[in-house]
């Protein structure tokens, strides 16, 4: 059996726990403000904060029901004033109801959708990576052949399966689109315990007798926790996406709640009477939502890729 | 090169029998699967013999035992509203979808390329700020969308395309009447241009991305700065040291693109209404044809599974490293 080196003071593991902390929140700092000279980041950033703030006013900003069928007003073209004084700025729909009012609206499902289904696979991806990747043996071997038989689906096709016969619900689409991301955090989640399980003061942490619980999420979690934020910023984009193709084949939410994919599902049948407006809208809206997660998806992984950040550095800005 | 090719051979029958059991298990989520396979408005003793009939009735390890036997043998049922077995349906779709797929992934792959290669090479200028803007844009636009786009400007309004429908290729050709089909192939590949760009774009930005960063990793090898001092051309560096170590990632990628591809074809075939499993697959989501989606699922996740089969022979041979 292999020496052991004298177990370390509980002192010294405050004192080496304490240092790690304070590495990670200036590592973290540093990287913050590496961002913020990176262009396309924050433009990324702002795009963001513009959604986010239509997503939780869009009831207050949004000049009619999103729902409201005027008969009177189907097709309006974008500008036209509608009965009284209002103004269908965007247009309206076959049913007559606002364009832009549904476009508001459509903006807090995609990112309800986007960042709970996120949270739903990071969350199982992390906890199974975590123990794969501490544990090792057969719980390792049957969580990653579990992942390469999901990879093995086009992941449109697993969640079109499971969907069509769950039904469209909001609930629904979140637990599949979340259920479909686990492997990707497992994976890399995996890969960094691998590697940080053997560093001293995961060992401190063992010889100091935390549990195991402990030792997985308060001393191996925290040092991960940055690569996964850049791969849950790509994958905000990429679900965000696949809700909207979901919503457009009719698996996404019920009818009665506005999303943009639904809406361009819509505008199909009015495409050769030239009722562009019905698509472009609620297109350019998923397109700029999807860009700023890649924005800022781009921005995060550059700022926290010391050897990239030494290049932004170098140049001022991106 | 056989232990490899039989290790890879089991895996991917393991991960045949993981495609079989999730989509047993989809069948059995919302409840009673009866439901899924009669009509909404039959009458009680219609859906008991339907149970009886499909086996429903039977414990769940045999009726996973039955499905899988079925599957093996292309029996997932009879379609709701076609009235013939599911996967005769699918089977007749299927060569309109691989052409598009094929065609997509080949103008993907063959822009990527030299767009990607490019880039690299004019790191940091405007060639390069372009390529990688465009490439962001083609990552963030939702291909359908593209397809609706394109249907307004170039089919709508300029009039250069068609804006639905195809001319098989395939089809003729797999049945031996090669005349046809090569006579075909011109209107075939003008009627799937739009289709296959908006489906192939999203993998045309990521590739070029990837090869982008893959190019400009390899450029700064010892052995490229070797070539390069031994005053070979810029040229033959770029194309007979640099890419030949550049592929390795994109080849990689091919089998997985294909994947991503066939999802995406799903979706913008719908839109172009042109006659694949995509299109088939969204008419059997509307009418609950749940024999027709299971068939089309489990055969597009077969070709890909055979294909990232393929893929990795393939790659075996380009990269010495990777031990037959």
Redesign the interface.
């Given at each position: 059996m292999a020496a052991t080196s004298p177990a370390p003071s509980s002192a010294d593991t405050q004192a080496v726990s304490g240092m790690a902390t304070s590495y990670r929140r200036k590592e973290l700092r540093r990287a913050f403000q590496s961002m913020l000279t990176s262009r396309w980041a924050l433009v990324g950033m702002l795009i963001l904060l513009v959604v986010t703030f239509v997503a939780i006013f869009g009831p207050w900003l949004a000049p009619f029901d999103p729902n409201r069928q005027n008969i009177m007003m189907r097709l309006l073209e974008p500008g036209e004033a509608g009965a009284g004084s209002l103004t269908y700025w965007l247009g309206s729909d076959q049913l007559g109801r606002d364009v832009l009012s549904r476009l508001l609206y459509g903006a807090r499902v995609s990112l309800l959708v986007g960042v709970a289904a996120i949270a739903v696979g990071g969350t199982l991806g992390t906890i199974a990576g975590l123990v794969s990747g501490y544990f090792g043996g057969w719980i390792d071997d049957v969580l990653m052949r579990l992942g390469d038989i999901q990879l093995a689906f086009p992941f449109i096709l697993l969640a079109i399966m499971f969907l069509v016969v769950l039904g469209p619900g909001l609930v629904n689409i979140i637990l599949v689109l979340g259920i479909g991301q686990w492997i990707t955090y497992a994976r890399i989640v995996r890969a960094q315990t691998l590697s940080l399980r053997e560093k001293e003061y995961v060992e401190a942490a063992r010889a100091m007798g935390d549990s195991t619980f402990s030792i997985l999420f308060r001393t191996i979690l925290p040092n991960i926790i940055a690569p996964l934020t850049v791969i849950a910023s790509f994958n905000v984009a990429g679900v965000i996406l696949s809700e909207a193709a979901l919503s457009f084949l009719g698996l996404g939410v019920p009818p009665d709640v506005p999303t943009w994919g639904s809406m361009l599902s819509e505008s199909r049948d009015h495409l050769l009477s030239n009722k562009w407006w019905m698509a472009v809208f609620p297109g350019l809206a998923i397109l700029l939502t999807v860009m700023s997660f890649n924005f800022l998806g781009d921005g995060l992984r550059d700022a926290l890729d010391p050897q990239q950040r030494s290049v932004i550095e170098s140049r001022g800005t991106k | 090169m056989w232990t490899f090719l039989a290790r890879r051979l089991l895996?991917s029958i393991?991960?045949?029998i993981?495609?079989t059991?999730?989509?047993f298990i989809?069948?059995q989520?919302?409840g009673d699967?009866t439901f899924?396979f009669v009509s909404e408005n039959a009458s009680v003793e219609e859906i008991a013999r339907a149970r009886e009939a499909l086996g429903f009735d039977r414990p769940l390890h045999v009726q996973y035992l039955s499905y899988v036997w079925n599957a093996l043998q292309g029996d997932f049922g009879n379609s709701l509203s076609y009235r013939q077995p599911a996967m005769d349906v699918v089977l007749q779709a299927m060569p309109a979808t691989i052409e598009l797929t094929f065609f997509s992934l080949l103008l993907a792959i063959g822009l990527s390329i030299p767009l990607g290669i490019y880039a690299a090479l004019k790191r940091g200028k405007p060639a390069d700020g372009g390529i990688m803007t465009f490439a962001?844009?083609g990552?963030?636009?939702?291909?359908?969308?593209m397809g609706?786009?394109m249907?307004?400007f170039f089919g709508?309004y300029l009039r250069w395309f068609p804006?639905s429908g195809n001319v098989p290729f395939l089809e003729p050709l797999f049945e031996g009447d090669f005349s046809t089909a090569f006579s075909n192939l011109p209107r075939s590949l003008y009627y799937m241009i739009m289709p296959a760009i908006a489906v192939g774009t999203y993998t045309l930005a990521r590739n070029a991305r990837l090869i982008r960063s893959s190019m400009l990793e390899v450029l700064q090898q010892d052995y490229v700065r070797t070539a390069r001092s031994k005053g070979i051309s810029e040229r033959r560096v770029v194309i007979h040291h640099a890419m030949r170590n550049a592929w390795l990632p994109v080849v990689t990628m091919i089998g997985l693109e294909f994947?991503?591809l066939?999802?995406?074809v799903?979706?913008v075939e719908?839109?172009f209404s042109y006659p694949g499993i995509g299109r088939l697959?969204?008419n059997a989501?509307?009418q609950?044809d749940?024999p027709v989606?299971?068939a089309?699922?489990i055969l597009?996740?077969v070709i890909?599974?055979l294909l990232?089969l393929i893929v990795d022979l393939i790659y075996a041979r380009l990269d010495p490293r990777v031990k037959l």
């Open positions: - | 895996q393991i991960v045949l993981g495609v059991l999730i989509s989809s069948l989520m919302g699967p899924l962001m844009l990552q963030s636009i939702p291909n359908f969308w609706i786009m249907i307004l709508l804006i994947g991503f066939l999802g995406g799903v979706v719908t839109v697959v969204f989501i509307n609950r749940i989606v299971q089309s699922v597009l996740a890909f599974i990232n």
